[in-house]
């Protein structure tokens, strides 16, 4: 019991990027798969930011006088995870307008409806 | 020229980035190409004159701090004989490809969106080409995405011919973030563990720790241990090793044919060579193969590429698709090269690395043509194009001679070293793989080959040679995968130069 108190937010991590695996493998509609990528995607920010946390500690500025006794958590995990809410956020328009073209092109975004139609042409 | 000379790493990745913002912006139809080849052409000469100077110094390695920043603060990009080489592969074949490009793409892609199709091709380039030279984790992610994400479009391109392009696309979206975020939960593990982010920084702090372990009190074991299990996996699912190949065949029969060829003889091999850099540079072949046994795992998954990866290949009655497949076995062989872990091994890995994205680069090339010509890449498409395409099918049988590792091809220089390896190491049953494999590319060659010279054509339509532009950047990779086969002494130093590199720095 002590090992999830103390590392709770490790847990929390663990579950939302589960959920979104779980996401991933099994739903069949290509929208919600790519919904499963983000909160994937989003368990790894938490991660990421909950490495960083220090106990007591502040926010990265300098206070003048007194400086030197702070205690600060780290900045450099935030400042990597903008860059991968960038790539997410990237990731999801490509996938999001490969989507699109595939809902005009097959008039379903259902992973297992396009497969039948693919396989009925015999391909 | 001295200031060029000098910001030669950076510029090699800036460059392809700066022009492919330019080239979506401009508005002139059919500049992009000429923009494209530009910049491909001032790659594969800064790659040139780099991999010269890293020759030249004596310790082989070229420093570049980003802004000055000293690492691990900045980002600091490292060039040795090993991505030096990788290098020269990425920017030879897409400056090759580009040149084939400009008719192919504008019979397989709508003329308004030639532009942006000419910018992704220049992004994905900047990232291969990033992932290569930089020595920094985090970066190597986010240069893993600007690849992944321009391939994706690329790939997706191709709807106009077939409309499986979309989900192959799809596809290759959701299992490539799920590899780039494995890799990226990894780097967060190793942070834990070392607080750095430099690839050479953390090899060096990773030193105490494992010293450490064994000892009444090991440090940070499970974290750096799940890190690099992370790691390993993701960059897998990235170079298509066996069992995480999934995505593979799809995506390389149904993208725009240049895009097939720069895929294949680009794209898995930076996989692999950030596999490499990840085992022998970051974590040391001591902790990775030594303690943990990964070698073995590779040598079953690459056995199993090869095996099955050539079996699903004789199976294949779309030529494209049957190529994608044999590139899944012929990573097997890369990764069963770097598996062994001695010098023989790793010089095959890295020769393979060149000689296979020659012979796969210059093959999809001569796929390319038949698409064009013909609208097709399946068997029946195929026949009887002996007489018709007499150039274009006799590259393609010579890069095929090559697949199987006959003498005089490179793929026989490759094919040599990894047998010596594996005997080297006293494992027979892996030299077999290797000659079985051969033996059922045999196979999966002769199926074309007999097609194209034997078949008889029921419609006797009139086809043409491939134009000039085409049938050059075809003849030019067989070609060059012919002459490496008979003096195989460039190929073979460079890889000399780059496994010394690796395996000196073996902890």
Same mark, same amino acid.
């Given at each position: 019991?002590?090992?999830?108190?103390?590392?709770?937010?490790?847990?929390?991590?663990?579950?939302?990027?589960?959920?979104?695996?779980?996401?991933?493998?099994?739903?069949?509609?290509?929208?919600?798969?790519?919904?499963?990528?983000?909160?994937?995607?989003?368990?790894?920010?938490?991660?990421?930011?909950?490495?960083?946390?220090?106990?007591?500690?502040?926010?990265?500025?300098?206070?003048?006088?007194?400086?030197?006794?702070?205690?600060?958590?780290?900045?450099?995990?935030?400042?990597?995870?903008?860059?991968?809410?960038?790539?997410?956020?990237?990731?999801?328009?490509?996938?999001?307008?490969?989507?699109?073209?595939?809902?005009?092109?097959?008039?379903?975004?259902?992973?297992?409806?396009?497969?039948?139609?693919?396989?009925?042409?015999?391909? | 020229?001295?200031?060029?000379?000098?910001?030669?790493?950076?510029?090699?990745?800036?460059?392809?980035?700066?022009?492919?913002?330019?080239?979506?912006?401009?508005?002139?139809?059919?500049?992009?190409?000429?923009?494209?080849m530009?910049?491909t052409?001032?790659?594969?000469?800064?790659?040139?004159?780099?991999?010269?100077?890293?020759?030249?110094?004596?310790?082989?390695?070229?420093?570049?701090?980003?802004?000055?920043?000293?690492?691990?603060?900045?980002?600091?990009?490292?060039?040795?004989?090993?991505?030096?080489?990788?290098?020269?592969?990425?920017?030879?074949?897409?400056a090759v490809i580009t040149l084939y490009a400009r008719?192919?793409?504008?019979?397989? &892609?709508?003329?308004?969106?030639?532009?942006?199709?000419?910018?992704?091709?220049?992004?994905?380039?900047?990232?291969?080409?990033?992932?290569?030279?930089?020595?920094?984790?985090?970066?190597?992610?986010?240069?893993?995405?600007?690849?992944?994400?321009?391939?994706?479009?690329?790939?997706?391109?191709?709807?106009?011919?077939?409309?499986?392009?979309?989900?192959?696309?799809?596809?290759? &979206?959701?299992?490539?973030?799920?590899?780039?975020?494995?890799?990226?939960?990894?780097?967060?593990?190793?942070?834990?563990?070392?607080?750095?982010?430099?690839?050479?920084?953390?090899?060096?702090?990773?030193?105490?720790?494992?010293?450490?372990?064994?000892?009444?009190?090991?440090?940070?074991?499970?974290?750096?241990?799940?890190?690099?299990?992370?790691?390993?996996?993701?960059?897998?699912?990235?170079?298509?090793?066996?069992?995480?190949?999934?995505?593979?065949?799809?995506?390389?029969?149904?993208?725009?044919?240049?895009?097939?060829?720069?895929?294949?003889?680009?794209?898995?091999?930076?996989?692999?060579?950030?596999?490499?850099?990840?085992?022998?540079?970051?974590?040391?072949?001591?902790?990775?193969?030594?303690?943990?046994?990964?070698?073995?795992?590779?040598?079953?998954?690459?056995?199993?590429?090869?095996?099955?990866?050539?079996?699903?290949?004789?199976?294949?009655?779309?030529?494209?698709?049957?190529?994608?497949?044999?590139?899944?076995?012929?990573?097997?062989?890369?990764?069963?090269?770097?598996?062994?872990?001695?010098?023989?091994?790793?010089?095959?890995?890295?020769?393979?690395?060149?000689?296979?994205?020659?012979?796969?680069?210059?093959?999809?090339?001569?796929?390319?043509?038949?698409?064009?010509?013909?609208?097709?890449?399946?068997?029946?498409?195929?026949?009887?194009?002996?007489?018709?395409?007499?150039?274009?099918?006799?590259?393609?049988?010579?890069?095929?001679?090559?697949?199987?590792?006959?003498?005089?091809?490179?793929?026989?220089?490759?094919?040599?070293?990894? &047998?010596?390896?594996?005997?080297?190491?006293?494992?027979?049953?892996?030299?077999?793989?290797?000659?079985?494999?051969?033996?059922?590319?045999?196979?999966?060659?002769?199926?074309?080959?007999?097609?194209?010279?034997?078949?008889?054509?029921?419609?006797?339509?009139?086809?043409?040679?491939?134009?000039?532009s085409?049938?050059v950047p075809?003849?030019?990779?067989?070609?060059?995968?012919?002459?490496?086969?008979?003096?195989?002494?460039?190929?073979?130093?460079?890889?000399?130069?780059?496994?010394?590199?690796?395996?000196?720095?073996?902890?």
């Amino acid at each position: 019991m002590q090992i999830v108190l103390d590392y709770y937010n490790y847990w929390a991590c663990i579950l939302i990027m589960m959920i979104g695996f779980y996401g991933i493998m099994a739903k069949s509609n290509l929208v919600k798969k790519v919904i499963s990528l983000a909160i994937f995607q989003t368990g790894i920010l938490v991660f990421y930011i909950s490495t960083g946390k220090i106990d007591g500690g502040t926010g990265p500025v300098r206070v003048a006088d007194g400086a030197a006794e702070a205690v600060y958590s780290n900045p450099l995990p935030h400042a990597l995870m903008l860059t991968a809410i960038v790539v997410g956020v990237s990731t999801m328009a490509v996938a999001l307008a490969i989507i699109v073209n595939i809902r005009q092109a097959y008039g379903t975004i259902d992973e297992i409806d396009i497969e039948t139609m693919e396989h009925e042409r015999g391909e | 020229m001295e200031l060029i000379r000098h910001n030669l790493p950076a510029l090699i990745v800036v460059t392809p980035l700066v022009m492919g913002l330019l080239t979506s912006i401009i508005g002139r139809r059919g500049l992009g190409w000429w923009m494209a080849m530009a910049t491909t052409a001032a790659g594969l000469a800064m790659s040139v004159q780099l991999l010269v100077d890293v020759l030249s110094q004596g310790d082989r390695t070229v420093e570049y701090l980003m802004g000055n920043w000293p690492v691990p603060f900045g980002i600091g990009y490292s060039v040795d004989p090993l991505n030096a080489t990788v290098l020269l592969i990425v920017s030879l074949l897409s400056a090759v490809i580009t040149l084939y490009a400009r008719k192919s793409v504008a019979s397989e &892609v709508p003329a308004g969106k030639l532009n942006f199709f000419y910018a992704l091709w220049l992004f994905c380039i900047t990232g291969l080409l990033g992932i290569t030279i930089t020595g920094d984790a985090f970066n190597l992610y986010v240069l893993l995405e600007i690849s992944s994400l321009s391939t994706y479009t690329l790939v997706a391109l191709g709807k106009e011919r077939n409309r499986r392009a979309l989900t192959a696309a799809v596809n290759y &979206v959701v299992l490539g973030s799920i590899g780039a975020c494995f890799y990226l939960v990894g780097v967060a593990y190793l942070y834990m563990a070392t607080g750095s982010l430099n690839i050479a920084d953390i090899a060096e702090r990773l030193q105490p720790i494992y010293a450490s372990w064994g000892t009444e009190a090991p440090i940070y074991q499970k974290t750096v241990i799940t890190g690099f299990a992370f790691m390993a996996v993701g960059l897998s699912l990235k170079l298509a090793l066996f069992p995480l190949h999934g995505w593979l065949p799809n995506a390389y029969t149904y993208a725009p044919s240049s895009v097939s060829a720069l895929l294949a003889s680009t794209a898995t091999k930076v996989g692999a060579y950030a596999f490499i850099r990840v085992v022998f540079t970051l974590m040391g072949v001591g902790f990775a193969f030594g303690r943990l046994h990964t070698d073995v795992a590779l040598m079953l998954c690459s056995g199993a590429a090869i095996l099955v990866g050539s079996w699903l290949a004789i199976r294949q009655n779309n030529v494209k698709k049957l190529l994608a497949y044999s590139s899944i076995a012929q990573i097997g062989y890369i990764a069963l090269g770097f598996a062994l872990a001695n010098k023989d091994g790793i010089t095959a890995s890295v020769i393979h690395l060149f000689n296979h994205a020659l012979t796969k680069g210059g093959m999809f090339l001569a796929l390319g043509v038949v698409m064009y010509r013909v609208g097709g890449t399946r068997l029946q498409d195929l026949r009887g194009l002996g007489r018709k395409l007499p150039l274009t099918m006799g590259a393609f049988t010579a890069g095929g001679l090559g697949l199987i590792g006959v003498p005089l091809t490179s793929g026989f220089i490759s094919k040599w070293y990894l &047998v010596s390896a594996c005997l080297e190491q006293g494992r027979y049953e892996l030299a077999g793989i290797v000659l079985v494999g051969s033996v059922l590319a045999l196979v999966y060659v002769w199926r074309v080959v007999e097609t194209i010279y034997f078949g008889k054509r029921e419609d006797e339509v009139t086809v043409r040679e491939a134009p000039a532009s085409m049938l050059v950047p075809t003849l030019i990779l067989v070609g060059a995968s012919i002459y490496f086969g008979v003096d195989s002494s460039f190929t073979t130093h460079l890889a000399g130069e780059a496994a010394d590199f690796l395996l000196k720095v073996k902890p």
